[in-house]
Each structure stands twice: as structure tokens, then as C-alpha cells.
């Protein structure tokens, strides 16, 4: 198997990372590539230890997941380190168990094929060009370096090689696809009615004594929504914002134009001869100045490229890479790099890729506006950096004072801040400070509902904060009949005129069973019937519902018919008569729907066999959880 596994390696890494459009950010573990600890492992993976910091890394990232997704809304119980520590260890673990079965496969990613990769995501792209600016802003945001964010890279790379190889060993028979055929392309002859709840409601009647009776079985369906009113203090850091002298705009506008001066862009191309593969460093060292001869002789670098260049991602595109600020390549091809003038191609350059040769293709500086077009930001940006300082220390001396007051009435005095005040507010509301999930679960949390606390200081936003007193609460209370009668009755009667609807349906069922046809039944109990012929699975002129149960229904013997009654949530019923069914013949479908059938088939084969493959790594692998 692992044989198999390497041969395919070799045929599938250039998909699997063409293929690649984004990668999962939150990959675990990665720190235990760079140094290890003398703390007791979290985990040991056939002799590899997963750190403990490894685990805590996975329990934070998992914890910006969820809030990433589901902002306020998140359960806090969601983001306890105990329930997430489990699953996030059984992660470490799986990747761990993958990322060695890659290495025992020899499975590579290379510096140019992971170059290649990050050139070509979207995430680092501006104007469909790689955007070297881009890459470090998307990196500082995850709190990346880009040494841990390549080898991130590079792993989830392997564990993708590894899933691809081996599920490209999977395949569909012809006859798995004649089984799939039959089924997915039945069709079924049939004749269908509806008998609708809503004719039926003004045919029944409640009394009086109904009413109470469900009135008090459902009483829990007629009960107001408690309600909470609070006052609360706010902090902006727009209120900390103070007017900026003109002389420091012009400073900062100059320190920003120097920088911006010093920001250079260089656009690289390259030919990549690999090293191996029976080509010794000396081999390429050769080939590689050959091709440098023919290129100081008059000879195109791109169309050379194309022709010899090894880094297949590039190769196509007459060896661009695209920009760098200085940081995207290996050192000994940045610093190559750096000291070509434009359109001059370097001498040849090892690095753990091979050997390249690099041409400087153009060299860009970023624009910058003129000081009276960015005066408005940068005085945004001033104002904010000195706002910031004085807005932290504010929030603090708020949590201080809040913490141990009765009321918010000394803490607003203290701060000279205003008390303000809410309406009686709803927790199904979302108006003002509801629609902050945070400050809805504060105001109605027993702590101030019930003990009369202030709320912690929430963060709305890194601007915005708040503080809440409660000051009344109103739990939910059963509405009286009188109030809710109206609703009492529209409830009553639909439940009557679904139980007549049920009743007729059956009725007319039964009467197809002994033979009546779908037509006089129809007209008998003034109804609309319709007959459907070589209806299909997908047949979206028909609802949902009614294919679901006409596919479930048994196959009738020859000449005869079965017979279906079925509800639906509003209350109507499908009275239907199946008279044939019909299996599905790969003669009469388009060969790309065959097509399409046995991509699909290929897809979920390849993942159980994935599946199948990994539970046998876990079955054999020696894992100790400390």
C-alpha cells in the first residue's frame, strides 16, 4: 500500500496543489516544527510528541473560529477550554498520523511549488497580481510570521498530497455506475390530487369547552416574553478624539512618503532547474549557465522558460513569480534579485529548489496621494493614535469603579459620564444595545436580574463599550385566554380542517383501491387531480414533498396501482396512485450526465476509502494521551 502510495504522490502533487485555492488557516500544531519543551507532551504519536502548547494553540485558534463565524451569537458554554480541548487534540492527532504516513511516502512540497502556491492564492492577490503588501497584511492579522505560515502551508500541502494519492487508487465499476444509473434516472407514471386543510375550515366548529381544553394543553404557547430595562454607561474613543496640530500631519504625511520611497517592488521571473531525478547540483549548475549563454546571445528568457524550466506552476506563464518586497523567496534568491537592474537576468542561484536563473522584470514604488488628499485620514489616524491611550486607561478606571458599585450612579459621576436608559425591552428585540448578542445575555443573566450587580464592561466593538445596571425585570407570564382566544381558535379549527382533510383523503384512497379512477374521484369531491408521466427525481415542476413520496412508494404489479396518502406541514394531504415505474437505462442519458454520475461516485468511493485508510492508521498507531 505505501508503495502504491508513493507512486501516486508522484502523479497527483502537481493537482493537488494547482488545485488549491484556499487553505484552512487554522491549521494545529505547527509550533512543535520549530522547537519543543521540556512540559509533559499533551499527546505522544508513535514516538512524536504533540506539545501542550500545540494543544493551547489549537483551543485558541478553535475559540477565533467560532467566534469568527458566529460573533456574539456564540454559546459561551461553546468556547470552555474543556470542551474544546478534546476535539482539538483528536485533530493534532490525525494530522500528525497523516503528516507521517506522508513522510514514510517520501511525499515533498518543495520552495518552488510552495512559492508557486502563494503567488497564486486569492487571498494575497490585488487586481488579480500577487500583492506583497497583501500577504503581510493578511499574515499580521492571523498573527503569522511568514516562516510559520509556509511551514503551516507546506503541511497542509502533504496532508493533501497524501488524500489526493490515495484516493486516486479508488475507481467505479461499470456496473456500480449501472446500479447508479437505475436508480438515480427512475421513472415513475403516476396520478396525484390535494385535498387542501383550508376548504375546510369553515366547515368545522369549536365549542366552548374545546377551546379552554387546548387553551390549557398548549398553555405554554400562549405566554408573554420576559422583559428587562436597564440603564447603562457608554465609552467611545471618538469622545477622546482632540483637534491635531498641522505641523504633526505634515510630519507624519513626510515619515509616511520616506517609507513609501523605500517600499520597492520587484517583479521576478526565473527558470528552475531541479536538482535529482539524475540531475546532480553540477548538472544543473551547468544547464542552468548554458541557458544564461543563450539569453545574453539574443534568445527569449520566457520562451526558454517554457521549454526547460522545471517549476511547472510558472513555466507556462514564461517564468513569472510575480512581486516581492523583499521577503517572499528564499534569501539567496531575494538577495540576487536585488541587485539586477531591469530586465537583466543573474548569474546562476542555489537554494533548496535547485538552481535558478532569476530576471528582474520590473520594479514599482507605491504612489503616494498628495497631502491635502490624505489629510483627512491622516488626522483620523492621529486622532486615533492619541485618543487610544487616554480610551484604554478610561475603560480600566471604569471596570475599577463599576466593579464594587451599588448602581451606576457613582461610576458616571466619577467618569462624567451620562447615565442612560433603555426602553422595556424584549429579549426577542434586537433594537439599540440588543442587537449586541453580548449585552442581551448580560441584561438577562441572574447575576443582574436577580443580585442587582453591574454587568462587566462589554466590548461592542474595539471603540465602544458598555455597562448595564438592571433596573426592572418582568419574567414571563401566562397570557389569559381572552387575550390569546383569536389565536386559540385559528389553531383549533386548523387542526379540525387537517383531521377532515385526512379523513376525505383516506376516503378517496380507499376508493382507488377498489378500482375508481383518479378523474371521477377528482370530480366526484370537486378537486384538481393531475397525471404526471416519466416523472423523474429532479422534476422541479413537481413539489418537493410529493416526488419525495411518490419515489418512496412500492413498485405496483403489473396492471395495477399503489396507492399513497401523505401530510404535509400545512396540513394538506397528496392522495397518489403510482401505476409504473420505469428503471433508469444508460442508452437513454446524455453521456455528460454519465459523466457527471461517475465523477460523483468516484468522489464518494475515493472518500470512504480515505476513511477506511485512516481508521487503519489509528487502529495501528501507538498513541498515548497524557
Not at 273 to 298: F, N, P, T, W, Y
Not at 420 to 429: D, F, I, K, Q, V
Not at 465 to 470: S, T
Not at 511 to 539: C, F, H, I, P, Y
Given at each position: ?23 484552512p488557516f487554522a491549521f494545529f500544531g505547527v509550533d512543535s516544527l520549530f522547537s519543543g519543551s521540556g512540559q509533559t507532551p499533551a499527546a505522544v504519536v508513535n514516538g512524536e510528541d504533540i ?128 446500479n447508479y444509473i437505475q436508480v438515480a434516472f427512475e421513472e415513475r407514471d403516476y396520478h396525484y390530487l390535494t385535498v387542501k386543510a383550508d376548504d375546510f375550515v369553515d366547515t368545522v366548529s ?347 412508494m412500492p413498485k405496483p404489479e403489473a396492471g395495477s396501482n399503489t396507492v399513497s396518502v401523505t401530510q404535509t406541514d400545512e396540513g394538506n394531504h397528496y392522495v397518489v396512485s403510482l401505476l ?47
Amino acid at each position: 500500500m505505501l508503495q502504491n502510495i508513493r507512486d501516486n504522490i508522484q502523479g497527483t502533487a502537481a493537482k493537488v496543489i494547482i488545485g488549491i485555492i484556499v487553505i484552512p488557516f487554522a491549521f494545529f500544531g505547527v509550533d512543535s516544527l520549530f522547537s519543543g519543551s521540556g512540559q509533559t507532551p499533551a499527546a505522544v504519536v508513535n514516538g512524536e510528541d504533540i506539545s501542550e502548547q500545540s494543544l493551547l494553540q489549537a483551543v485558541a485558534l478553535q475559540k477565533r473560529r467560532l467566534i469568527g463565524m458566529m460573533g456574539d451569537s456564540v454559546d459561551p458554554a461553546m468556547l470552555d477550554d474543556s470542551v474544546l480541548r478534546g476535539p482539538a487534540l483528536n485533530t493534532l492527532i490525525k494530522q500528525q498520523l497523516l503528516l507521517q504516513t506522508a513522510d514514510d511516502a517520501n511525499a515533498v512540497i518543495s520552495d518552488a511549488q510552495l512559492n508557486r502556491v502563494i503567488v497564486g492564492m486569492p487571498q494575497f492577490q490585488e487586481d488579480g497580481r500577487f500583492s506583497q503588501q497583501r500577504y503581510q497584511q493578511v499574515l499580521r492579522l492571523q498573527g503569522y510570521s511568514s516562516q510559520f505560515f509556509k511551514e503551516l502551508l507546506r503541511s497542509d500541502l502533504l496532508i493533501q498530497q497524501l488524500s489526493a494519492a490515495i484516493s486516486s487508487s479508488s475507481f467505479v465499476t461499470d456496473a456500480q455506475l449501472n446500479n447508479y444509473i437505475q436508480v438515480a434516472f427512475e421513472e415513475r407514471d403516476y396520478h396525484y390530487l390535494t385535498v387542501k386543510a383550508d376548504d375546510f375550515v369553515d366547515t368545522v366548529s369549536v365549542s366552548e369547552e374545546e377551546i379552554e381544553a387546548y387553551y390549557q394543553q398548549n398553555s405554554a404557547d400562549y405566554v408573554s416574553e420576559e422583559q428587562v430595562r436597564f440603564s447603562y454607561l457608554e465609552l467611545n474613543q471618538e469622545d477622546f478624539y482632540q483637534a491635531v496640530d498641522e505641523s504633526a500631519l505634515q510630519r507624519e504625511y513626510e515619515r509616511l512618503l520616506a517609507a513609501s520611497e523605500e517600499d520597492v517592488q520587484r517583479e521576478a521571473a526565473h527558470i528552475l532547474i531541479e536538482i535529482g531525478g539524475g540531475e546532480s547540483r553540477q548538472d544543473a549548475l551547468k544547464s542552468a549557465e548554458e541557458i544564461r549563454q543563450r539569453v545574453a546571445a539574443g534568445e527569449d528568457f520566457a520562451e526558454l522558460a517554457k521549454q526547460y524550466s522545471d517549476d511547472i506552476g510558472s513555466a507556462g506563464d514564461g517564468g513569472r513569480l510575480g512581486f516581492t518586497s523583499g521577503d517572499s523567496f528564499p534569501t539567496e534568491f531575494e538577495a540576487a534579485l536585488a541587485v539586477l537592474e531591469e530586465g537583466e537576468v543573474s548569474a546562476p542561484v542555489e537554494t533548496e529548489s535547485g538552481v535558478h536563473l532569476i530576471k528582474l522584470l520590473s520594479v514599482r514604488q507605491p504612489e503616494m496621494a498628495s497631502f491635502e488628499e490624505m489629510k483627512p485620514e491622516l488626522t483620523e489616524q492621529l486622532q486615533q493614535q492619541q485618543a487610544k491611550p487616554r480610551f484604554v486607561a478610561a475603560v480600566e478606571d471604569l471596570r475599577d469603579l463599576v466593579f464594587n458599585a451599588e448602581d451606576l450612579t457613582l461610576p458616571a459621576e466619577e467618569m462624567e459620564l451620562n447615565v442612560a436608559r433603555s426602553e422595556l425591552l424584549e429579549r426577542s428585540s434586537n433594537e439599540g444595545l440588543f442587537q449586541y448578542e453580548a449585552v442581551k445575555r448580560a441584561a438577562f443573566s441572574e447575576s443582574l436580574r436577580e443580585a442587582g450587580h453591574n454587568s462587566e464592561v462589554i466590548e461592542l466593538t474595539p471603540e465602544r463599550y458598555v455597562v448595564l445596571h438592571v433596573e426592572e425585570y418582568k419574567a414571563p407570564t401566562p397570557k389569559p385566554l381572552e387575550q390569546v382566544r383569536d389565536s386559540v381558535v385559528t389553531a383549533l379549527k386548523a387542526q379540525k380542517a387537517s383531521q377532515a382533510a385526512a379523513e376525505r383523503a383516506e376516503s378517496i384512497a380507499n376508493a382507488l383501491r377498489e378500482g375508481s379512477t383518479m378523474e371521477s374521484l377528482a370530480k366526484q369531491n370537486e378537486l384538481e387531480w393531475d397525471a404526471v408521466v416519466a416523472g423523474t427525481r429532479n422534476d422541479l415542476a413537481v413539489e418537493a414533498p410529493l416526488r419525495q413520496q411518490v419515489f418512496a412508494m412500492p413498485k405496483p404489479e403489473a396492471g395495477s396501482n399503489t396507492v399513497s396518502v401523505t401530510q404535509t406541514d400545512e396540513g394538506n394531504h397528496y392522495v397518489v396512485s403510482l401505476l409504473a415505474v420505469r428503471a433508469g437505462q444508460p442508452n437513454s442519458v446524455s453521456q455528460e450526465q454519465i459523466a457527471q454520475a461517475r465523477q460523483g461516485l468516484q468522489r464518494r468511493q475515493a472518500s470512504e476509502d480515505f476513511a477506511h485508510y485512516f481508521n487503519v492508521l489509528w487502529q495501528n498507531a501507538d498513541i498515548k494521551i497524557n
